[in-house]
């Protein structure tokens, strides 16, 4: 019988027949898997509460003609209980896993998986704000996907910096001899923190006023949807700092 085992995020499930689910995930292993889930929706399910979205699994699968089939399944991080109790963290949770499923549509390496499990473990035990984390995750998404944005260097010509003036389209900071007319300006602590963010540098991330964080969690969303092509729903519903 052709099957594998591997470890796994599941990003989001629907709803199949009277009993099933197809799972989607992304694996350490597989790149994204989607699997169906036989009668985890009937009561008596043996795996249907460790198949829901935010978990991470162990999981072992049937390789079928379409989709694959989800044999066994144990639970390896329990993230989604304390997520989906506090909204805050809930909507930053549904945020990231959609740019997850979206940045991993043609492609999903171990990068991804580990990146994606460690912001949900992040988010689930609350060690930072969640929007911060979710901005983070977003950061260093796209830059593991080849969409690293640049906030000291010129992205296009790459003049040393500081540079004020911030392109989404041409990557990220850019000289003033390059800068479009009407490009956003951003001041040192905001390009400071947005630098922060992506480094995983939470000491100096936490430390930003919230003015700063709210002008910053902008330039994510702008730049994310860019390079998404298409708006990420997710993020209309996400609790923010107010400036």
Same mark, same amino acid.
């Given at each position: 019988?052709? @099957?594998?085992?591997?470890?796994?995020?599941?990003?989001?499930? !629907?709803?199949?027949g009277e009993a099933d689910r197809i799972v989607t995930?992304?694996?350490?292993? $597989?790149?994204? %898997?989607?699997?169906?889930?036989?009668?985890?929706?009937?009561?008596?399910?043996?795996?249907?509460? /460790? &198949?829901?979205?935010?978990?991470?699994?162990?999981?072992?699968?049937?390789?079928? /003609?379409? &989709?694959d089939i989800v044999q066994q399944a144990e639970s390896i991080g329990s993230y989604g209980a304390d997520i989906v109790d506090d909204y805050a963290r809930f909507t930053a949770a549904?945020? %990231?896993? +959609? =740019?997850?499923?979206?940045?991993?549509? !043609?492609?999903?390496?171990?990068? $991804?998986?580990?990146?994606?499990?460690?912001?949900l473990r992040s988010l689930s035990r609350g060690e930072h704000p969640p929007g911060m984390t979710l901005d983070s995750y977003l950061l260093r998404a796209l830059s593991i996907a080849g969409w690293a944005p640049s906030f000291v260097d010129c992205a296009v010509t790459g003049a040393s910096g500081p540079h004020s003036a911030f392109?989404? #389209?041409?990557g990220g900071v850019v000289a003033d001899a390059v800068a479009p007319p009407g490009a956003v300006r951003l001041d040192p602590a905001t390009l400071s923190l947005l630098g922060a963010l992506l480094a995983g540098d939470w000491a100096a991330a936490e430390d930003s006023a919230d003015r700063t964080q709210a002008q910053a969690?902008? %330039?994510? =969303?702008?730049? @994310? #949807?860019? $390079?998404? +092509? /298409?708006? &990420?729903?997710? &993020? +209309? $519903?996400?609790?923010?700092?107010? =400036?």
């Open positions: 019988m052709p @099957t594998y085992r591997d470890e796994a995020v599941v990003l989001r499930t !629907h709803k199949l995930m992304i694996s350490r292993q $597989h790149g994204k %898997i989607r699997a169906v889930a036989k009668g985890v929706r009937r009561t008596g399910s043996r795996f249907g509460s /460790r &198949l829901e979205p935010f978990m991470v699994v162990d999981a072992q699968f049937y390789v079928g /003609r379409s &989709l549904n945020a %990231i896993v +959609e =740019a997850a499923d979206r940045l991993t549509e !043609h492609e999903s390496g171990l990068q $991804h998986y580990l990146l994606l499990v460690g912001a392109v989404p #389209q041409l969690s902008g %330039i994510v =969303a702008a730049y @994310t #949807q860019f $390079h998404l +092509e /298409r708006g &990420l729903r997710s &993020l +209309e $519903h996400v609790e923010r700092t107010t =400036a």
